[in-house]
């Protein structure tokens, strides 16, 4: 028999004694190999000894019977030979593979392991540096924030982030936490509200004959770490013992040379129950401020909200969320995931109207009229207004005159005909300055760079 041929018949006898074999004889069937069929006797190699053994005792019968099946000869046997090569082989792969799942269950096991420190730290998972968008109105904060995740307790220490409420001061504080998890596990990091720190000291300190047992545990929960992340400080209440505590939890923290990171809705001096001493304490090192980001800031969150998610926007309608939700990120949120929820419930797709029925913003902001756009373009360019109207054809007017143009059809939503009366011009050229603008964007970055600046200068970026 061919080599191919012997193959396939062995596969064929194989499955027959495998039907009729019971499962607990299965695992040594399996590894068996085929060498050779000559005469009816059927040559069979493993590198099981045990298996040999036990198949010979066991199962030889039901083997020779299941080869007559398949042969059709009445003459039939089975030799089955163990082989110390192939037994060392089947060794190595089976090491092989071992190896290979093992490394499989530790990475697993890595995973989990983060996941529950970051977990047993209190982090909320979406919390990270790679979920936050950074606009002029965070990046100090964000490189602050950063340098302590890198460096805990070498920098800035205590890390004192402050702003109005929905800014990212609990989203910034805790990718502090993830990313310390992340490069560093060995290190502890504790997440805590300022609320559910008092309210542990105060369950923890009530007296009972337990007391001082709990206390020092409630200690070693809070000092017993290499970075404390306390939330809203501010509602750190008058009570002498909290503020006592409070200090304690600073002081043992800091002479130990551990990283603290504190947010606060306001600067220490401005929190009217925190006494003196927390207050010089809170102020030793860096203070961040947070303001509301800027619209293309703004745009720039709910775009990558729309792409982390999958969700196939119309661009203005992210536009008209990020215009109208100024001052909170989380209304921001809201407000998107309220389209979102809106869209997905009537099967509609993201669109500004959509948007707009659902979100009924007042549109407050006046529409952006061409003669505003050609005066901003023209500051922009340093060039007379009057120019831009003419029909100068010196490069920088004639390049002003475009990207005015091209505003123009972008911003006040006026049909070419239109425009072209404002600029004394043929529509057709009008039409041609526009295509020329708009792909230029994409491969000139003088133009680009015009373009944005002039929409930051109208308000619309
Ligand atoms: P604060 O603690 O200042 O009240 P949060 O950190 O809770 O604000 O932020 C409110 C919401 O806005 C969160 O869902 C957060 O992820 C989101 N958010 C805030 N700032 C940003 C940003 N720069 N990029 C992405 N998401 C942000
Ligand atoms: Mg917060």
């Known amino acids: 028999m061919e080599n191919i041929e012997l193959k396939r018949f062995w596969e064929q006898v194989k499955e027959e004694i495998v039907a009729t074999l019971p499962a607990n004889a299965h695992p040594w069937v399996y590894p068996l190999e085929v060498s050779g069929y000559d005469k009816g006797i059927l040559t069979l190699v493993t590198g099981q000894m045990m298996g040999r053994d036990l198949l010979r005792k066991n199962h030889y019968a039901e083997m020779v019977n299941a080869l007559k099946k398949i042969s059709g000869n009445e003459n039939s046997g089975i030799n089955i030979i163990y082989d110390e090569s192939f037994a060392k082989s089947l060794?190595?792969?089976?090491?092989?593979?071992?190896?290979?799942?093992?490394?499989?269950?530790?990475?697993?096991?890595?995973?989990?392991?983060?996941?529950?420190?970051?977990?047993?730290?209190?982090?909320?998972?979406?919390?990270?540096?790679?979920?936050?968008?950074?606009?002029?109105?965070?990046?100090?904060?964000?490189?602050?924030?950063?340098?302590?995740?890198?460096?805990?307790?070498?920098?800035?220490?205590?890390?004192?982030?402050?702003?109005?409420?929905?800014?990212?001061?609990?989203?910034?504080?805790?990718?502090?936490?993830?990313?310390?998890?992340?490069?560093?596990?060995?290190?502890?990091?504790?997440?805590?509200?300022?609320?559910?720190?008092?309210?542990?000291?105060?369950?923890?300190?009530?007296?009972?004959?337990?007391?001082?047992?709990?206390?020092?545990?409630?200690?070693?929960?809070?000092?017993?770490?290499?970075?404390?992340?306390?939330?809203?400080?501010?509602?750190?209440?008058?009570?002498?013992?909290?503020?006592?505590?409070?200090?304690?939890?600073?002081?043992?923290?800091?002479?130990?040379?551990?990283?603290?990171?504190?947010?606060?809705?306001?600067?220490?001096?401005?929190?009217?129950?925190?006494?003196?001493?927390?207050?010089?304490?809170?102020?030793?090192?860096?203070?961040?401020?947070?303001?509301?980001?800027?619209?293309?800031?703004?745009?720039?969150?709910?775009?990558?909200?729309?792409?982390d998610n999958g969700l196939v926007f119309e661009d203005k309608a992210l536009m008209y969320i990020a215009k109208n939700y100024k001052n909170n990120v989380r209304e921001l949120e809201g407000a998107f995931t309220k389209v979102c929820a809106y869209a997905e419930m009537t099967e509609q797709e993201l669109t500004l109207n959509l948007a707009k029925e659902v979100l009924k913003c007042d549109e407050t902001e006046a529409e952006i009229s061409v003669d505003e756009i050609i005066k901003v373009t023209s500051e922009y360019f340093k060039i007379d207004a009057k120019e831009i109207k003419s029909s100068a054809r010196a490069q920088k007017t004639s390049e002003a005159r475009q990207i005015a143009i091209y505003l123009s059809r972008e911003l006040t939503g006026k049909g070419f005909v239109n425009i072209a009366e404002f600029f004394n011009k043929k529509h057709t050229t009008i039409m041609y300055a526009y295509e020329k603008v708009k792909k230029a964007i994409n491969t000139d970055k003088k133009i680009s760079i015009a373009v944005r600046e002039i929409k930051q200068g109208l308000k619309v970026l």
């Open 91 to 307: 060794k190595k792969e089976n090491e092989k593979i071992k190896k290979k799942a093992n490394e499989a269950i530790l990475k697993e096991q890595a995973m989990e392991n983060l996941s529950n420190m970051q977990s047993a730290s209190n982090l909320n998972l979406k919390y990270k540096f790679e979920n936050f968008v950074v606009g002029n109105n965070n990046k100090f904060a964000h490189s602050a924030a950063m340098a302590v995740a890198k460096n805990p307790s070498v920098k800035y220490n205590p890390l004192f982030i402050y702003g109005a409420s929905g800014l990212g001061k609990t989203h910034l504080m805790q990718a502090i936490g993830h990313y310390t998890l992340f490069n560093n596990p060995k290190l502890k990091v504790k997440y805590t509200k300022t609320e559910d720190y008092i309210n542990d000291f105060i369950s923890n300190s009530r007296n009972s004959k337990d007391t001082i047992e709990n206390m020092s545990k409630f200690n070693r929960k809070y000092t017993n770490i290499d970075i404390i992340l306390i939330d809203d400080i501010q509602f750190i209440e008058s009570k002498n013992k909290t503020m006592t505590q409070m200090q304690h939890t600073f002081d043992t923290l800091y002479n130990k040379g551990k990283q603290i990171v504190i947010t606060s809705d306001r600067l220490p001096k401005d929190i009217p129950t925190l006494t003196a001493a927390l207050c010089s304490r809170f102020e030793m090192g860096l203070m961040v401020e947070l303001t509301p980001p800027e619209v293309h800031t703004r745009y720039d969150i709910v775009k990558k909200l729309a792409t």
